[in-house]
Protein backbone atom coordinates (compact mmCIF):
# COMPACT_ATOMS: atom_id res chain seq x y z
CA UNK A 1 0.00 0.00 0.00
CA UNK A 2 1.12 3.75 -0.85
CA UNK A 3 2.89 5.64 1.99
CA UNK A 4 3.13 3.01 4.81
CA UNK A 5 6.39 1.63 5.50
CA UNK A 6 6.96 -2.27 5.71
CA UNK A 7 9.80 -4.48 6.68
CA UNK A 8 10.92 -8.02 6.05
CA UNK A 9 12.91 -10.49 8.10
CA UNK A 10 12.90 -12.98 5.17
CA UNK A 11 11.75 -13.60 2.25
CA UNK A 12 10.33 -17.38 1.59
CA UNK A 13 9.53 -19.31 -1.36
CA UNK A 14 9.83 -19.17 -4.96
CA UNK A 15 9.84 -15.22 -6.77
CA UNK A 16 8.57 -14.98 -10.28
CA UNK A 17 10.94 -15.98 -12.68
CA UNK A 18 9.76 -14.39 -15.73
CA UNK A 19 7.64 -11.71 -17.45
CA UNK A 20 5.42 -13.15 -19.67
CA UNK A 21 6.89 -14.73 -22.85
CA UNK A 22 6.20 -12.75 -26.33
CA UNK A 23 4.71 -15.74 -27.96
CA UNK A 24 5.99 -18.81 -29.70
CA UNK A 25 10.07 -18.55 -30.37
CA UNK A 26 10.59 -15.75 -28.04
CA UNK A 27 12.58 -15.38 -24.57
CA UNK A 28 10.84 -13.96 -21.30
CA UNK A 29 13.15 -11.25 -19.85
CA UNK A 30 14.35 -12.49 -16.56
CA UNK A 31 13.00 -10.65 -13.66
CA UNK A 32 14.50 -12.69 -10.54
CA UNK A 33 17.22 -10.60 -10.48
CA UNK A 34 15.48 -7.77 -9.47
CA UNK A 35 14.39 -9.47 -6.09
CA UNK A 36 17.83 -9.73 -4.55
CA UNK A 37 18.17 -5.76 -5.68
CA UNK A 38 14.87 -5.24 -3.75
CA UNK A 39 16.24 -6.87 -0.72
CA UNK A 40 18.87 -4.45 -0.21
CA UNK A 41 16.38 -1.76 0.46
CA UNK A 42 14.30 -3.73 2.56
CA UNK A 43 17.13 -5.40 5.17
CA UNK A 44 16.78 -8.97 4.72
CA UNK A 45 18.31 -11.21 7.05
CA UNK A 46 17.26 -14.58 5.99
CA UNK A 47 17.05 -15.66 2.36
CA UNK A 48 15.38 -19.00 1.98
CA UNK A 49 14.40 -20.99 -1.11
CA UNK A 50 14.63 -18.00 -3.31
CA UNK A 51 16.02 -18.80 -6.25
CA UNK A 52 15.59 -22.70 -6.45
CA UNK A 53 16.13 -24.55 -9.82
CA UNK A 54 16.71 -20.59 -11.85
CA UNK A 55 18.01 -21.79 -14.95
CA UNK A 56 19.50 -18.15 -15.89
CA UNK A 57 20.84 -16.96 -13.04
CA UNK A 58 24.76 -15.95 -13.45
CA UNK A 59 25.61 -13.85 -10.41
CA UNK A 60 24.56 -12.78 -6.82
CA UNK A 61 24.93 -9.43 -5.05
CA UNK A 62 23.61 -9.95 -1.61
CA UNK A 63 22.68 -7.40 1.11
CA UNK A 64 25.16 -7.33 3.89
CA UNK A 65 22.49 -7.55 6.47
CA UNK A 66 21.92 -11.75 5.43
CA UNK A 67 22.50 -13.51 8.03
CA UNK A 68 21.06 -16.98 6.60
CA UNK A 69 20.79 -18.46 3.44
CA UNK A 70 18.14 -21.31 4.20
CA UNK A 71 18.04 -24.95 2.61
CA UNK A 72 17.95 -24.84 -0.68
CA UNK A 73 18.18 -21.42 -1.78
CA UNK A 74 20.03 -21.56 -4.94
CA UNK A 75 20.29 -25.34 -5.09
CA UNK A 76 20.08 -26.52 -8.93
CA UNK A 77 21.02 -22.85 -10.58
CA UNK A 78 23.11 -24.31 -13.19
CA UNK A 79 24.21 -21.24 -14.95
CA UNK A 80 25.46 -19.76 -11.60
CA UNK A 81 29.19 -19.10 -11.73
CA UNK A 82 30.19 -16.60 -8.97
CA UNK A 83 28.90 -16.28 -5.33
CA UNK A 84 30.30 -13.16 -3.15
CA UNK A 85 29.12 -14.11 0.43
CA UNK A 86 27.76 -11.56 2.84
CA UNK A 87 29.97 -9.90 5.54
CA UNK A 88 27.13 -10.55 8.06
CA UNK A 89 26.47 -14.44 6.91
CA UNK A 90 26.27 -17.23 10.12
CA UNK A 91 24.84 -20.30 8.28
CA UNK A 92 24.53 -21.77 5.06
CA UNK A 93 21.65 -24.17 4.99
CA UNK A 94 21.57 -27.87 3.59
CA UNK A 95 21.88 -27.92 -0.08
CA UNK A 96 22.23 -24.05 -0.30
CA UNK A 97 24.32 -23.78 -3.41
CA UNK A 98 23.94 -27.77 -4.17
CA UNK A 99 24.23 -28.95 -8.13
CA UNK A 100 25.25 -25.35 -9.04
CA UNK A 101 27.04 -27.14 -11.70
CA UNK A 102 28.95 -23.83 -13.32
CA UNK A 103 29.90 -22.80 -10.21
CA UNK A 104 33.68 -21.90 -10.03
CA UNK A 105 34.33 -19.27 -7.15
CA UNK A 106 32.90 -18.82 -3.94
CA UNK A 107 33.97 -15.61 -2.64
CA UNK A 108 34.29 -16.55 1.75
CA UNK A 109 36.96 -13.28 2.60
CA UNK A 110 33.80 -11.29 4.23
CA UNK A 111 32.40 -14.24 6.68
CA UNK A 112 34.44 -13.53 9.65
CA UNK A 113 30.75 -14.71 11.51
CA UNK A 114 29.71 -17.72 9.55
CA UNK A 115 29.82 -20.85 11.89
CA UNK A 116 28.16 -23.35 10.07
CA UNK A 117 28.04 -24.95 6.28
CA UNK A 118 25.55 -27.10 6.52
CA UNK A 119 24.96 -30.72 4.46
CA UNK A 120 25.65 -30.84 0.99
CA UNK A 121 25.51 -26.87 1.13
CA UNK A 122 28.15 -27.39 -2.17
CA UNK A 123 27.63 -30.88 -2.76
CA UNK A 124 28.15 -31.78 -7.13
CA UNK A 125 29.48 -28.58 -7.72
CA UNK A 126 31.81 -29.72 -10.25
CA UNK A 127 33.53 -26.96 -11.42
CA UNK A 128 34.22 -25.25 -8.06
CA UNK A 129 38.27 -25.16 -8.07
CA UNK A 130 39.03 -23.40 -4.90
CA UNK A 131 37.51 -22.72 -1.75
CA UNK A 132 39.49 -20.46 0.09
CA UNK A 133 38.79 -20.14 4.69
CA UNK A 134 41.49 -17.84 5.83
CA UNK A 135 38.94 -15.43 6.93
CA UNK A 136 36.57 -17.63 8.51
CA UNK A 137 37.75 -17.43 11.95
CA UNK A 138 34.57 -18.57 13.26
CA UNK A 139 33.49 -21.89 11.23
CA UNK A 140 32.45 -24.41 14.22
CA UNK A 141 30.74 -27.13 11.94
CA UNK A 142 30.50 -28.62 8.33
CA UNK A 143 27.84 -30.96 7.47
CA UNK A 144 27.33 -34.30 5.74
CA UNK A 145 28.39 -34.10 1.85
CA UNK A 146 29.20 -30.08 2.01
CA UNK A 147 31.62 -30.63 -0.53
CA UNK A 148 30.89 -33.71 -1.82
CA UNK A 149 31.77 -34.57 -5.81
CA UNK A 150 34.08 -30.92 -6.00
CA UNK A 151 36.23 -32.86 -8.51
CA UNK A 152 38.18 -29.57 -8.77
CA UNK A 153 39.10 -28.63 -5.41
CA UNK A 154 42.65 -29.99 -5.18
CA UNK A 155 43.47 -27.91 -1.53
CA UNK A 156 41.31 -27.52 1.60
CA UNK A 157 42.74 -25.19 4.13
CA UNK A 158 40.79 -24.88 7.67
CA UNK A 159 43.92 -23.84 9.64
CA UNK A 160 42.86 -20.34 10.37
CA UNK A 161 39.04 -21.75 11.61
CA UNK A 162 37.63 -22.46 14.91
CA UNK A 163 36.30 -25.79 12.97
CA UNK A 164 35.52 -28.01 15.68
CA UNK A 165 33.08 -30.88 13.66
CA UNK A 166 33.44 -32.62 10.35
CA UNK A 167 30.35 -34.73 9.77
CA UNK A 168 30.08 -37.67 6.97
CA UNK A 169 31.07 -37.74 3.63
CA UNK A 170 31.88 -34.12 3.79
CA UNK A 171 34.32 -33.94 1.15
CA UNK A 172 33.72 -37.72 -0.53
CA UNK A 173 34.12 -37.88 -4.09
CA UNK A 174 36.45 -35.19 -4.47
CA UNK A 175 39.22 -37.25 -6.56
CA UNK A 176 41.42 -33.97 -6.60
CA UNK A 177 42.02 -33.21 -3.58
CA UNK A 178 45.63 -33.54 -2.30
CA UNK A 179 45.99 -31.81 0.79
CA UNK A 180 43.71 -31.46 3.84
CA UNK A 181 44.93 -28.87 6.55
CA UNK A 182 43.28 -29.09 10.17
CA UNK A 183 42.79 -26.62 13.00
CA UNK A 184 44.30 -28.03 16.80
CA UNK A 185 40.47 -26.80 17.37
CA UNK A 186 39.20 -30.25 15.54
CA UNK A 187 36.98 -32.85 17.92
CA UNK A 188 34.85 -35.08 15.55
CA UNK A 189 35.54 -36.08 12.17
CA UNK A 190 33.46 -38.03 10.21
CA UNK A 191 33.52 -41.22 7.39
CA UNK A 192 35.07 -40.56 4.00
CA UNK A 193 38.08 -38.25 4.87
CA UNK A 194 40.93 -39.50 3.29
CA UNK A 195 43.63 -40.27 5.98
CA UNK A 196 45.97 -40.03 2.85
CA UNK A 197 45.45 -36.58 2.06
CA UNK A 198 46.13 -35.15 5.56
CA UNK A 199 49.47 -33.16 5.92
CA UNK A 200 51.63 -34.77 9.00
CA UNK A 201 51.31 -32.14 10.84
CA UNK A 202 47.54 -32.94 10.86
CA UNK A 203 48.13 -36.49 11.43
CA UNK A 204 50.52 -35.08 14.72
CA UNK A 205 47.38 -32.73 15.90
CA UNK A 206 45.00 -35.69 15.79
CA UNK A 207 47.41 -38.20 17.41
CA UNK A 208 47.45 -34.98 20.18
CA UNK A 209 43.40 -34.66 20.95
CA UNK A 210 43.37 -38.54 20.81
CA UNK A 211 45.82 -39.29 23.69
CA UNK A 212 43.71 -36.30 25.53
CA UNK A 213 40.35 -37.47 24.80
CA UNK A 214 39.79 -34.57 23.22
CA UNK A 215 39.06 -36.08 19.72
CA UNK A 216 36.24 -38.50 17.86
CA UNK A 217 37.06 -40.05 14.86
CA UNK A 218 35.32 -42.77 12.78
CA UNK A 219 36.75 -45.96 12.55
CA UNK A 220 35.71 -45.97 8.85
CA UNK A 221 37.72 -42.57 8.02
CA UNK A 222 41.51 -44.14 9.24
CA UNK A 223 40.71 -47.11 7.47
CA UNK A 224 40.58 -45.03 4.00
CA UNK A 225 43.14 -44.85 1.61
Do not use: H, W
Not at 49 to 62: A, S, V, W
Not at 126 to 136: E, G, I, R, T
Not at 150 to 169: P, Q, R
Request: aromatic share 10%.
Amino acid sequence: KEGVQMKFDAVVGNPPYQEMTGGYGTQAKPIYNLFIDMSKAINLTDVNQLFYGCGNLRTIKFSNSIKKIDSFSFDYCVTLDNVVLPEKLEVIGDYAFAACTNLKSIDFTKCSLLTTIGGGAFGSCSNLSSVDFSKCKSLLSIGNGALSKCNKITVLDFFATSLETINNNAFSDCSAIKTINFPSTLKTIGTSVDMEKLTEDDLNKIMTNLQNNKFVVSVMSLLMG
